[in-house]
T-cell receptor
Framework: QQQVKQSPQSLIVQKGGISIINCAYE??????FPWYQQFPGKGPALLIA?????SEKKEGRFTISFNKSAKQFSLHIMDSQPGDSATYFC??????????FGTGTRLQVFP | NAGVTQTPKFQVLKTGQSMTLQCAQD?????MSWYRQDPGMGLRLIHY???????DQGEVPNGYNVSRSTTEDFPLRLLSAAPSQTSVYFC????????????FGSGTRLTVV
């Protein structure tokens, strides 16, 4: 049972474009929504995270948008760069310690 | 350097063999967990621990055992390896009560033939 659904599975964007990755969750007890970035051969690393009491959080070129009523959240990467090429995972947690991850999106940014 | 250390990086097992994947962290994190990563399935939680002496099951615990005798170490044991356990395994840690800001190890790529 997939509690966090992520789309698309893969994404190709031109340099300078906007990359958008979407996630949806089912459990209304979730109260923490991070995004992780993973480069080939490496472990995932925390990129940015949001709590449901805000609708948007921005850190540099990365923005999380959160829609509590729709139970959806998304990652926007502005001015996408080739160095952003990686796999991105959304995740959710419900106050407990364990994170539930989405299935991942492979982003390729071409110059 | 501080972080999460996983050993070995690569391992090939024959079906039915047992082995232990090692995980150690030096950040005094109370919470530690094991995930497996498979193509198209993301990261799935195997087992986790909120402190020494305390462990619990995640989404896919069958075929795996864990123990937490110290804060620093959280080994994952495969009891009788099966081809379905071919995967990349990641260990992660964080402060207690906080799934926030996991630190992941670099992974162990396991192949069961």
């Amino acid at each position: 049972q997939q509690q966090v659904k992520q789309s698309p599975q893969s994404l190709i964007v031109q340099k300078g474009g906007i990359s958008i990755i979407n996630c949806a969750y089912e459990n209304t007890a979730f109260d923490y929504f991070p995004w992780y970035q993973q480069f080939p051969g490496k472990g995932p690393a925390l990129l940015i995270a949001i709590r449901p009491d805000v609708s948007e959080k921005k850190e540099g070129r990365f923005t999380i948008s959160f829609n509590k009523s729709a139970k959806q959240f998304s990652l926007h990467i502005m001015d996408s760069q080739p160095g952003d090429s990686a796999t991105y995972f959304c995740a959710a947690s419900g106050g407990a310690d364990k994170l539930i991850f989405g299935t991942g999106t492979r982003l390729q940014v071409f110059p | 350097n501080a972080g999460v250390t996983q050993t070995p990086k690569f391992q090939v097992l024959k079906t039915g063999q047992s082995m232990t994947l090692q995980c150690a962290q030096d950040m005094n994190h109370e919470y530690m967990s094991w995930y497996r990563q498979d193509p198209g399935m993301g990261l799935r939680l195997i087992h986790y621990s909120v402190g020494a002496g305390i462990t619990d099951q995640g989404e896919v615990p069958n075929g795996y055992n864990v123990s937490r005798s110290t804060t620093e170490d959280f080994p994952l044991r495969l009891l009788s390896a099966a081809p379905s356990q071919t995967s990349v395994y990641f260990c992660a840690s964080s402060y207690r009560g906080s799934a926030y800001g996991y630190t992941f190890g670099s992974g162990t790529r396991l192949t069961v033939v």
